[in-house]
Each structure stands twice: as C-alpha cells, then as structure tokens.
Nanobody
Framework: QVQLVESGGGLVQPGGSLRLSCAAS????????MGWFRQAPGNQRELVAS???????HYADFAKGRFTISRDNAKNTVYLQMNSLKPEDTAVYYC????????????WGQGTQVTVSS
C-alpha cells in the first residue's frame, strides 16, 4: 500500500498563488504517472496536470500558463504551483500516482481544499 499526503491548500484571494505538495510513502522516481486532479462541488473530478516517467508533462487547458507541476525525487514529493488563481479554481485538489509494478497500481491522496475568494 502507498500513502499520498497532500498539503498546501487554503484560502487565497483572486490573483494569488498557492503551492500544493504531495508526499509519497515510496519513491516517486519509479512511478509511471503522477498527477493532480480537482473536483468542485457538483462537478466530476478532472485532471489538472500530470507528469510521466521521464518527466513529460501535460496540463489541462485551464492550467496552461498558470500552473506548474514539478517533483523532488529526493523528497518523494510532487508539487503543483498555482499562480493567478481564479474563483473557478476553487475545488478539492487530489494527488494521484501510479506504479504499474505495485499491487493496487493507482493511489490517491485525501485531498486538500483550495478556495479562491475575496
């Protein structure tokens, strides 16, 4: 079993920034996929940004130019830097990681609330 623990959420004003962290209980260097998703009330969970083996990244259209996903292998931590936040970015943000060689393969964190409001 793998644990993912998110942190860094909170209340921020429009135009502000937050950095989310996702700490994994095993090495992320061997992961096949690591991503950030979000879910707002009444909406489906959607992909925000992801990183695959080798460091390739993908961003949802709404995240391009504002959000950056990165990783620190030494700390087994993935980050999501969010800038120029908008009220519509308000959601619970979840970390997801996949290790194809690990039983269970796909793991989720508990989520961290991000609220963008003045």
């Amino acid at each position: 079993q793998v644990q993912l623990v998110e942190s860094g959420g909170g209340l921020v004003q429009p135009g502000g920034s937050l950095r989310l962290s996702c700490a994994a209980s095993r090495d992320i260097f061997s992961s096949n996929f690591m991503g950030w998703f979000r879910q707002a009330p009444g909406n489906q969970r959607e992909l925000v940004a992801s990183m695959t083996t080798g460091g390739g990244t993908h961003y949802a259209d709404f995240a391009k130019g504002r959000f950056t996903i990165s990783r620190d292998n030494a700390k087994n931590t993935v980050y999501l830097q969010m800038n120029s936040l908008k009220p519509e970015d308000t959601a619970v943000y979840y970390c997801n990681a996949i290790w194809l060689a690990v039983p269970g393969r796909s793991f989720w964190g508990q989520g961290t609330q991000v609220t963008v409001s003045s």
